[in-house]
């Protein structure tokens, strides 16, 4: 008898300890931004607006890349946009080949984030 009480004493405890067990907390190099697999948290506008007043310099610099790059994308649309118009063949291949594209770089990320290593190790 005291041995099942005993068993059963023990099989709780131990129930118990795995029911309450946490999840690991997260580390340095686990979270997003440098170390993490993704871009860090986006900033407010006031952050942002704080940010630029601090140094106007990279805010002005950031700020002409991102409207170079916005010019590049619509300049490709349009582009893209033209030439489906005039031939539906060209416009399907163009389409096949940025969708390949597209495919590529998806699977040259995806084996980069394999062959990299765990975070906290180098």
Not at 45 to 54: D, S
Not at 100 to 109: F, H, I, L, S, T
Request: charge should be positive.
């Amino acid at each position: 008898m005291k041995v099942r009480h005993l068993l059963l004493a023990t099989m709780l405890s131990l129930g118990l300890g795995v029911a309450n067990a946490q999840a690991p907390q997260t580390g340095p190099g686990m979270g997003p931004g440098m170390g993490g697999m993704g871009p860090g948290p986006r900033l407010s506008a006031e952050e942002r607006e704080k940010r630029c007043q601090a140094n106007p310099e990279r805010c002005a610099k950031m700020k002409e890349k991102r409207e170079k790059r916005r010019e590049e994308h619509q300049a490709k649309r349009a582009e893209l946009r033209k030439l489906c118009e005039t031939d539906a063949k060209a416009c399907e291949a163009k389409k096949a080949q940025i969708r390949e594209n597209v495919q590529k770089r998806r699977e040259a990320r995806k084996e980069g984030r394999e062959n990299r290593p765990p975070p906290g190790v180098k």
